[in-house]
């Protein structure tokens, strides 16, 4: 039996007796390459399918979604607004986009203009399916929604005595095939969801508004991934999006500057501060939906632009 990493299309033989305790009793099961040490879930189904068969076929694993959490640890950057307009807009391009909510604010539901009966709370404690979970939120986007009730999952999975940390990736392994994208809004600060997002995901998009203390948020946040790299080389800090850039005064302009200077090949083109970005959400609306002509819908057009890697998206 052989098994392919996802990442870098290593092929692993793998003994049939041992994946044999797992299609028996149906128990998650996750490998490591031994080559790019990527962690990754393996379909129970498929392995089934591979020991009924006589032969010995390649286990060629389907397309898997690009996952990319939004986080910061500082507060009011734009992550919730950021999260919601990015999966609009690559749902409005035709991707297949789920978003999950981290936060207990829950307030990506609320964005949307719907109010998710459960979410990903339910999911976690196994309580529901994932489609009993997932509501559609739009044409091509699904919501998985957050809210006070994960306060409470993030104590259980404080008390987990080993592997805490993938509490999350497990609960939504069998989802990663199901979707081109998979964007999650996380809570500011640090705690053990967090850490979770990050083991889960392998891109990471940071909201930096142009104020002091979001920047030093930055710096502080760029130690704390640099501690989860360590275990966990896949994840990336992949794109810096500068928010609330007001060219009517100095100081943003000034700042955008410093992070030009600082973080070339990471920074994406600057969110200006609009009337329409904070309206929106009053109306459940997306921006593209709200104002189309706006300078903030141009911006967020062009985020997805730069996250797909597809110049012609909206064109």
């Known amino acids: 039996m052989i ?31 031994k080559a790019c040490k990527y962690r990754f879930p393996v379909l129970i189904d498929s392995l089934r399918d591979l020991e009924q068969s006589a032969e010995q076929p390649i286990l060629e694993p389907k397309i898997r979604a690009r ?14 607004t950021t999260s919601v307009n990015l999966s609009c807009g690559l749902a409005l391009t035709g991707y297949r986009v789920l978003l999950v909510d981290t936060d207990t604010q829950g307030q990506s539901a609320y964005m949307l203009g719907k109010k998710p009966g459960a979410g990903l709370t339910e999911l976690l404690t196994g309580e529901l399916t994932p489609n009993e979970c997932i509501l559609e939120a739009r044409k091509n986007l699904w919501l998985l929604g957050g809210g006070k009730s994960l306060a409470g999952v993030k104590r259980i999975i404080d008390r987990k005595s080993y592997g805490a940390e993938w509490a999350l990736s497990e ?25 979770n997002v990050l083991f889960y995901a392998t891109e990471v998009l940071v909201p930096v ?17 640099g501690s989860i790299q360590k275990y966990r080389k896949e994840i990336e800090l992949k794109y ?23 973080y070339p090949d990471k920074l994406c ?27 903030a819908s141009a911006d967020y057009r062009e985020l997805v632009r730069k996250v797909s890697m597809n110049d012609k998206a909206f064109s």
């Open 3 to 33: 098994i392919v990493c996802p990442k870098c299309s290593r092929k692993h033989k793998v003994s049939p007796d041992a994946v044999k305790p797992y299609i028996q009793s149906g128990k998650k099961l996750f490998a490591t390459c």
């Open 67 to 80: 996952k990319i959490c939004v986080t910061l640890s500082k507060g009011g950057v734009g992550k919730t």
């Open 171 to 195: 609960a939504l392994s069998n989802l990663d095939t199901q979707y081109d994208f998979i964007i999650m809004d996380t809570a500011p600060g640090w705690d053990q969801l967090i850490v």
């Open 209 to 225: 508004a142009l104020e002091v203390m979001p920047l030093h948020g930055l710096s502080e946040f760029l130690k704390s991934l």
């Open 240 to 262: 810096i999006v500068p928010t609330f850039l007001d060219t009517r005064i100095k100081g943003p302009q000034t700042l955008y500057s410093q992070l030009k200077k600082l």
């Open 269 to 295: 083109a600057p969110i200006h501060y609009n009337e329409s970005l904070a309206e929106a959400p009053s109306f459940g609306k997306s921006i593209f939906e709200f104002a189309p002509g706006s300078r």
